[in-house]
């Protein structure tokens, strides 16, 4: 029988303390899409280089190249050279001779005030030609539907400007759809490509438009629709605010995206000849100039929707105040 162990027990060895956990690794940032450029060449003219290189003339690349690098867009040597050594665009064909005469006698056509390219930088001129024409047309005398007029045509220029910008920043901005698992261009009816309208442009995540802004547009665009289906009287002075933004966000936007040169006080003084009214006296306007109560409910529907800050940002609403 084993005698019981009578004497100290050792002092127990404390256990190592746990290792402290491993901090968390930081969350990936997300990788932003590289987009490439729209700086590469279209098919009409691809068309053109063939034609050039079929016609010997033109024995130097960098003098091709001269033809076809403009102040919006800058193509490099390389894309002449691919042509050339048909390594790409195999599938387009050469521009006829007469094709050929046809550019180089018009060559360099240009718009004289903008020294834009008239026929590669069309959507950028069709944009600022349709936001002048806007402003003209609101501010001509004797017409009645003056907002009206002013909407449609500032929504235009809208479209066409955004336009321009995804050309230049290579996204496609047309509409598909998937069929048989492939993305298929979809058609308009008479079987060009179909474009994104407006509304579809300010969704995509690198609209270049700032809040304000597209919350203006938004805002046009509900009101346009109402246009469009149903009837309706005089909303000009009701609605002056948000035209002016418009045009202001408009200019604001082809400078900052495009350059200073294409701004349209260069062409005409960018103010709406507006009779200008505080917030309290537009209320009364909604309810002395007999507007339809379908103009009033979508106009006030969309206002409630945005913070008071949305409200206040000129970009949304641009107001002057009269100082007696």
């Known amino acids: 029988m084993k005698t019981p162990f009578a004497g100290h027990a050792p002092p127990a060895v404390p256990a190592p303390p746990a290792p402290a956990p491993a901090p968390a690794p930081a969350p990936a940032k997300p990788k932003t899409p590289v987009r490439r450029r729209g700086n590469s060449l279209e098919r009409w003219e691809i068309a053109l280089i063939k034609a050039m290189i079929d016609h010997g003339r033109w024995p130097n690349d960098q003098d091709i190249l001269a033809y076809f690098t403009r102040p919006t867009r800058s193509v490099n040597h390389r894309a002449i050279a691919e042509i050339r050594t048909k390594s790409k665009h195999t599938a387009v064909r050469a521009a006829t001779v007469e094709e050929l005469d046809g550019f180089i006698a018009s060559w360099p056509e240009i718009d004289a005030e903008t020294g834009l390219s008239i026929r590669g930088d069309e959507l950028l001129i069709k944009a600022r030609e349709a936001m002048i024409s806007a402003v003209h047309t609101f501010n001509s005398a ?18 066409y400007l955004l336009h321009a910008w995804f050309k230049r920043e290579g996204i496609d901005y047309r509409h598909t759809r998937t069929q048989n698992g492939e993305k298929v261009v979809m058609k308009t009816p008479g079987g060009a490509d179909k474009y994104w309208e407006l509304a579809q442009c300010l969704k995509h995540d690198r609209c270049p438009v700032e809040r304000g802004a597209a919350d203006n547009l938004n805002f046009l665009l509900e009101l346009r629709h109402e246009i469009e289906h149903r009837s309706t009287s005089r909303i000009d002075d009701t609605v002056s605010a948000k035209l002016q933004a418009c045009c202001i966000n408009f200019n604001d936007t082809i400078k900052s995206q495009f350059g200073a040169q294409y701004g349209l006080e260069r062409r005409l003084p960018i103010a709406l000849q507006f009779v200008t009214f505080s917030p309290d006296q537009r209320a009364l306007l909604k309810k002395a100039s007999g507007l339809p109560g379908h103009i009033v409910t979508r106009m006030e529907g969309f206002e409630q929707n945005l913070t008071l800050e949305q409200q206040a940002d000129p970009r949304f609403a641009y107001r002057v105040f009269m100082v007696h």
């Open 142 to 159: 004797g017409l009645t539907f003056r907002a009206e007029l002013f909407i449609v045509t500032a929504v235009i220029a809208w479209t």
